[in-house]
């Protein structure tokens, strides 16, 4: 049966799976949803004797459902190979009482690699699928780790070009320059004087602009997204906490059918929305960890019910989650709502006129199996410190952020026993001044690069491929532009006058 996906904000537009990884967005900046989560139609002892690939098809062929076993294969053994320098793909650790998932052995040292390494061969198999003559431009505003992972995802891919705004002083000297050295032929990076919001804002507009398209249209361009609001980013997401879970079975510490907590670090809520589509798909959730930074919209929204964006914007060192418009929210709210895009839209609206919306006691019901809190940037720093002196692993500040969270969680819980998952989402080597100077102040001291060597001394870890990539790489992209000549920075990277 073939799954339709729908607007969450008009109930008549539906699309294949093929067609919403095409098209990213709705109209009228609707998000795609499926009707229905189908169960998975395999045991979860039979997925723990599965690889990480093998879990992979099983969880993708019940969501991307217009795409043959032989094309999602496809897509599958060209994402997961060797770009990977974990043959696990995703090794799960014991530590600080949680099972780790290390989510960032892809080619840019963050999880975004899991679905962007994808995203490409499902992209293009989608335009095949779907007679489309169009070359593809996928524009991506990042809030850093987004950016480098689908510039490495698309760079070269025939058919597609990729544009990429990142907030010019909201990222960390690693992924910045991650960026501005890629050497895709197809690829576009600038900078923009705002911060996250105001490039995912930007982008959004892009999508909406029909004059815009009309014009790309006639020199043979459309556009598509690399964001998780793409169900393409989604979809690989859910595959790594069913592979979690199972890894958890065939180590003996669950049993098939126990529940288990996740707690996930978050920005734009794709990654922790991912995980509950896994346990719509039957993996068994006592509770989902929503953890934030010191841009705490999503604990604020947990606790009260209200989601408001009016406050200041944080700079934090955790710059993948310094987001006040968390998108993939939108997923959530409208399936809380019932499935109902008119009230969806309704509250939608209201966020872009006042910057806030409350949901309904009824809405609110349905939240119960999440739980939010947040870290400072003091208590992160704190994280770091204090898991290394237990046992000497290294994490970066965005998983620290999950960890004192988890902290958090165990306290106000009474020390919920479940066996938990902990979605790592970067190499500390990606954020390595802030890591290193959590461990000890006088690293502060140190340049970027000796910190990078610091690193590799007290966590033992071999440094990775990305670090090595951009120690000497030249800076090819040097646009700096303001979030009003988003479109017009577009148009002159594809020759368009
Ligand atoms: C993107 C990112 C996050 C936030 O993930 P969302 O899916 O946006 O919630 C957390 N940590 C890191 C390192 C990231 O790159």
Do not use: W
């Not at 499935?339 to 939608?348: G, Q, R, V």
């Amino acid at each position: 049966m073939e799954l339709v996906y729908r607007s969450t904000r008009n109930a008549q537009e539906t699309a294949t799976a093929s067609e919403a990884i095409l098209k990213g967005l709705a109209n009228e900046g609707g998000l795609f949803v499926p009707d229905q989560i189908p169960a998975l139609d395999v045991s979860f002892d039979e997925l723990a004797k599965m690889d990480y690939k093998g879990v992979a098809y099983e969880v993708m062929k019940l969501m991307l459902t217009d795409f043959t076993e032989d094309e999602l294969k496809a897509c599958i053994n060209g994402a997961y190979d060797a770009k990977f320098d974990d043959e696990l793909f995703v090794p799960v650790k014991y530590h600080h009482g949680a099972y780790i998932m290390e989510l960032f052995h892809g080619k840019t040292i963050a999880f975004k690699d899991m679905a962007l390494s994808i995203l490409p061969y499902l992209m293009t198999t989608a335009a095949k699928k779907n007679n489309i003559n169009n070359d593809i431009v996928i524009l991506t505003a990042t809030s850093g780790d987004t950016g480098k992972a689908a510039l490495a995802g698309f760079a070269d891919v025939p058919g597609t070009k990729i544009a990429v705004f990142y907030p010019k002083n909201g990222v960390s000297p690693v992924q910045e320059k991650q960026m501005v050295t890629e050497r895709g032929k197809n690829t576009f990076v600038a900078g923009i004087t705002g911060n996250f919001d105001d490039a995912q804002t930007g982008v959004k507009k892009m999508f909406q602009d029909k004059e815009l398209a009309a014009e790309l249209s006639a020199a043979g361009y459309q556009f598509s997204s690399a964001n998780s609001i793409n169900i393409g980013r989604l979809v690989p997401q859910m595959v790594y906490y069913v592979y979690g879970y199972t890894r958890l079975i065939a180590a003996g510490k669950i049993k098939a059918g126990d529940k288990i907590n996740v707690v996930v670090p978050t920005g734009n809520f794709g990654n922790i929305l991912a995980s509950y589509y896994a346990s719509l798909m039957g993996m068994p959730v006592n509770k989902f960890i929503c953890a934030s930074n010191d841009n705490k919209v999503l604990y604020d929204f947990f606790t009260t019910g209200t989601y408001d964006r009016n406050r200041d914007f944080i700079l934090t060192t955790s710059p993948s989650m310094d987001i006040l418009i968390s998108s993939n929210l939108e997923r959530l709210i409208y399936r809380i709502a019932g499935n109902d895009a008119e009230k969806n839209a309704a509250l939608m609206k209201e966020l872009n006129e006042t910057g806030k919306y409350t949901i309904t006691d009824e809405m609110k019901k349905n939240l119960d199996c999440f739980y939010g809190n947040f870290a400072s940037t003091d208590e992160v720093a704190a994280e770091i410190k204090a898991v290394y002196d237990e046992d000497g692993y290294v994490m970066d500040t965005h998983t620290a952020v999950a960890a004192a969270v988890y902290d958090a969680y165990k306290k106000d819980s009474g020390d919920d026993e479940t066996p938990t998952l902990l979605a790592s989402t970067a190499s500390p080597y990606k954020f390595a001044r802030s890591v290193m100077t959590a461990l000890d102040a006088d690293y502060d001291k140190q340049t970027d690069f000796e910190l990078i060597d610091s690193l590799k001394k007290v966590s033992g870890v071999a440094i990775p491929q990305a670090i090595e990539d951009i120690r000497s790489a030249e800076v090819l992209h040097k646009t700096v532009c303001d979030k009003e000549d988003m479109p017009a920075v577009v148009k002159s990277f594809l020759d368009i006058q």
